[in-house]
């Protein structure tokens, strides 16, 4: 993930326009969003910032709530406008149920993770003001922006019940890293109980390449914070119970459909969503009884703090944290509020990645994610 960009809009940044915005090096960028951001808008002729809208509201919820966030952004002129790392073919169907809903269009910016956190940086620097009104980003690239000072506070009904929330972005997506195996290959005595065993099963497991964020938070909440191990011992308690059937996998859907084919019996950390289609679908894959620790990033929603539409960007956050949830399954993703259909189930408390500690200490991270790597050795498949 691009956490060195905050030094990457250093001097001379020019104002963006292009919508096309794939990244070569990620392949789920693939598609290019539909918003033409460097077209003006007029200047909004309603509230002047969210903090005037929330005192609008008052204490207003549900329906009437809406109906009265409607209004008000129907006096802001121009045309809301979000940035996202979403895919088109998911994300294009919220806007237009949106638009359907609330009869307010919303153009949509679509670039990988570390593309959009680029783009709303550098356009912060140009003082450019018709750029992001909402922002739908991966949760460490949502946190640098908070951190930058460009998120709004969010302070709403909507994030109520919500798996993941901040002072100025929420979750809309989670992204559960679960522990799997095949049912074939793996009897039902032998099922691991503890991420220990897991790690140490005797056949042979994937083990996920690039996932520093879920193996920062795995070292620091569960071996040392539940274990009382230091972080050096974590890492060898890591690393000496790795059995000589680990393979390096990169690529959550590469190492789910190899197990599902039976090329491993277990896999360390596959994603919750992939996982439960898979099992819908046939394939001879388990993950419950659930093996802790459930660990969990998420894609989160915000509003530009510069918004010239804070009514229609708070109007359209809240969409996301509310209708858009019912709507997440369809596109085999795990919503973010609990009890929504197709989510994490309810008796599960997963733990939210340690954005932190990953954040403050990258290399850190991927350099003791590398030791592990090199502990196992051979040859690394990717997708």
């Not at 140009?126 to 460490?140: E, K, Q, S, Y």
């Not at 890492?235 to 390096?248: D, F, M, N």
């Not at 996998?249 to 969503?273: F, K, Q, R």
């Amino acid at each position: 993930m691009g956490l060195s960009l905050l030094g990457a809009v250093a001097c001379g940044a020019q104002t963006p326009t292009a919508v096309d915005a794939t990244d070569p090096a990620d392949t789920s960028a693939a598609e290019a969003g539909t918003a033409d951001a460097g077209t003006e808008s007029a200047p909004a002729t309603g509230a002047a910032s969210v903090d005037d809208v929330y005192a609008e509201l008052g204490d207003l919820a549900g329906e009437e709530r809406r109906e009265r966030l409607v209004e008000i952004a129907s006096e802001e002129e121009g045309t809301l406008r979000v940035y996202t790392s979403m895919n088109t073919e998911e994300i294009q169907p919220v806007v237009d149920a949106f638009k359907e809903d609330t009869g307010l269009e919303a153009l949509v910016y679509r670039a990988s993770n570390e593309d959009v956190l680029k783009r709303v940086l550098e356009e912060h620097k140009a003082a450019f003001d018709d750029g992001a009104d909402v922002i739908l980003n991966n949760a460490p690239e949502m946190e640098l922006a908070s951190r930058e000072g460009l998120l709004a506070p969010l302070d709403s009904p909507a994030t109520e019940g919500i798996g993941v929330v901040e002072d100025d972005w929420a979750a809309a997506n989670l992204l559960v890293y679960l522990t799997a195996w095949n049912v074939n290959t793996v009897p039902s005595e032998s099922v691991p109980s503890s991420m220990e065993d897991a790690l140490a099963h005797e056949g042979p497991l994937a083990y996920q390449y690039e996932d520093t964020l879920w193996f920062a938070t795995l070292v620091t909440e569960w071996y040392m914070n539940e274990l009382g191990m230091t972080e050096r011992e974590a890492v060898e308690e890591i690393k000496a119970g790795l059995s000589e059937g680990a393979r390096i996998v990169d690529g959550h859907t590469l190492g789910a459909n190899l197990l599902a084919s039976g090329e491993y019996d277990v896999a360390s950390s596959l994603y919750h969503h992939t996982l439960v289609q898979m099992i819908e679908d046939g394939a001879p894959l388990a993950w419950e009884p659930a093996i802790e620790p459930l660990i969990v990033n998420s894609l989160g929603v915000g509003m530009h703090k510069e918004t010239g539409q804070p009514a229609g960007a708070l109007l359209l956050a809240e969409y996301m944290l509310t209708d858009m949830q019912q709507m997440l399954p369809e596109f085999g993703r795990t919503p973010a509020l609990e009890g929504a259909p197709g989510g994490l189930p309810a008796e599960y408390d997963p733990i939210p990645v340690r954005l932190d500690l990953y954040i403050d200490n990258r290399e850190h991270w991927e350099g003791l994610n590398l030791e592990v790597v090199n502990a196992i050795g051979g040859e690394i498949l990717a997708e």
